[in-house]
Structures are given as structure tokens and as C-alpha cells.
């Protein structure tokens, strides 16, 4: 695993991919305690699960996780205590205050032979190496952006927001086959989303969507199909489910 210094770069003579993994979110949602990427999941953290997910890729050739901006010396020594691909480097930076600058700050970590980078949430876990392939594979076929999604099972009203409790008029119901649920990694042209990094100015918490950055800049982001295990883990119930994921796992792959 490399230390906590840039990457040097070497010459390569075939596209080199990096996924930056934004961990230094809270993760209120699922109570008090530790950041949510920390949280326990099978007894290992859920970071060091995403970790693996996109170290299982053999197109990936480096992982850099953006840290809690006080925890990135932790964040280094929970991945030197878990067993993780040797092929695959890793680096560690100290991540900002929201997850766009998290995501700029893992983007200025990456060595200059990098030319595909993916975006994964350390909350999805569980992505199969399949799906991460895919997106790879997408990318170095000339897409600019490509996201995984899945069709959704229900249907979605648009409303008119008002406090919470209190009834909301429905404004909309959008065409339930045109919708899909987006998940990570995100694949991105590493010029391409640079360029949204740059661009983009930041509102509120700031973009929590890579792809909805690159669309503003009137680049045509294509989506390629997901997979039901690809969840987010926000909420209890769904730290129930990804524990179930894991059971089956290992009682049909030895996983």
C-alpha cells in the first residue's frame, strides 16, 4: 500500500482507472457513533467492503479513499489491517466539508497516468465486481459518463414540499419506464469530470451526484444496468439487509 505522498506516475501504454471512494461523511442516518463508512458490517467496516469491491476489478488500478478530515491517519491503518489485492495501490487523503469537495480533493490526489476515474460510495458496499466492469468497460468505449441503474419497482409522485408532517400536493406523476434509480461507481473521462469540478459551483451541501455535475456542463451521461445488491446502506433496516447479502454470499460462494 502506498503512504500518504502522491503516486508517481509511470508510463503505461493502456488506459490506467482509479476509484475515489468520498468517506468522510457522518452518516446521521444511521444514528450516533462512528463515521457510517466505519460502521461494522459482518464484523469488518463497511469502507474496507467498498474498498474491496472496486479492488476486485482488475481494470482498477488504484483506490484512494478520501477520509473524515481528522481521520484519514485511521483510515490508513484499517486498511493496512485488512487483507486487500496486492495489485491494486491505495492511497489515503484527508476529504472537505462536503462530498463534491471530498471528490475534488481525491481528484487532485491522482497520479498524471490516470485516465479513467470512478466515483463509488463507501455506503454501497456490496456493488459485484460485475457491475464495476461494466461501468470500466463503458467508459473506455468512448463514454463521457456512465452511471449503473435500476428500473424502479414504484411509482413516483413529483410534489410541492411543506413542512414536515403536512400534507404535500402532488404536482406530477412522472412515466414510471423512463425513471431509473441511480447507483455507484460512477465512470467518468478523467478530463471530463475535472472539468465539472472546476466549473460547477457548489450549492448548499454541494453536488452529491458526479454525474448531475457532468450533465450541467451539457456532456450526455449514459447509464449501463445496475444491480439490486448495489444498494445504499443508510438506515438500519438496511444494515438488516446487507447482512443477509453476506449470509448468502457465503453460504453459495464460500464469499
Known amino acids: ?29 444511521l444514528g450516533p457513533g462512528a463515521p457510517k463508512a466505519l460502521r461494522a458490517l459482518s464484523g469488518t467496516p463497511m469502507l474496507i467492503h467498498a474498498v474491496r469491491a472496486m479492488a476486485n476489478s482488475r481494470a482498477v488500478a488504484l483506490v484512494v479513499v478520501v477520509a473524515p478530515p481528522d481521520g484519514a491517519a485511521e483510515v490508513k491503518n484499517l486498511l493496512a489491517e485488512h487483507a ?7 492511497l489515503v ?7 463534491q469537495e471530498s471528490v475534488r480533493l481525491g481528484l487532485e490526489a491522482l497520479p498524471d497516468d490516470i485516465t479513467a476515474v470512478l466515483v463509488h460510495d463507501a455506503a454501497r458496499p456490496l456493488v459485484p465486481v460485475d457491475t464495476v466492469d461494466a461501468v470500466v468497460e463503458a467508459v473506455r468505449d468512448g463514454a463521457a459518463a456512465v452511471v449503473p441503474a435500476m428500473p ?44 465539472a469540478h472546476e466549473t460547477i459551483t457548489a450549492k448548499g451541501e454541494g453536488a452529491t451526484d458526479c ?6 456542463l ?14 445504499k446502506v443508510t438506515r438500519p433496516l438496511d444494515l438488516v439487509l446487507a447482512e443477509a447479502v453476506l449470509a448468502r454470499r457465503r453460504a453459495n460462494d464460500g464469499f
Open 211 to 216: 454525474a448531475g455535475m457532468v450533465e450541467r
Open 93 to 99: 487523503v484527508p476529504g472537505g466539508e462536503t462530498r
Open 1 to 29: 500500500m502506498t503512504d500518504e505522498s502522491r503516486p508517481t506516475s509511470t508510463p503505461q501504454t493502456t488506459p490506467r482507472t482509479a476509484a475515489v471512494i468520498p468517506a468522510a461523511g457522518r452518516g446521521v442516518r
Open 152 to 195: 424502479l419497482a414504484d411509482t413516483v409522485k413529483e410534489v410541492e414540499p411543506r413542512e414536515k408532517g403536512e400534507p404535500e400536493p402532488v404536482v406530477a406523476t412522472p412515466e414510471r419506464a423512463r425513471l431509473r434509480a441511480v447507483q455507484t461507481p460512477q465512470g467518468f473521462d478523467r478530463a471530463t469530470l475535472v472539468r
Open 84 to 90: 486487500l489485492p496486492e495489485r491494486t495501490d491505495f
Open 218 to 231: 451539457g456532456v450526455q451521461v449514459v447509464v449501463v444496468p445496475g444491480h439490486e445488491e448495489a444498494f
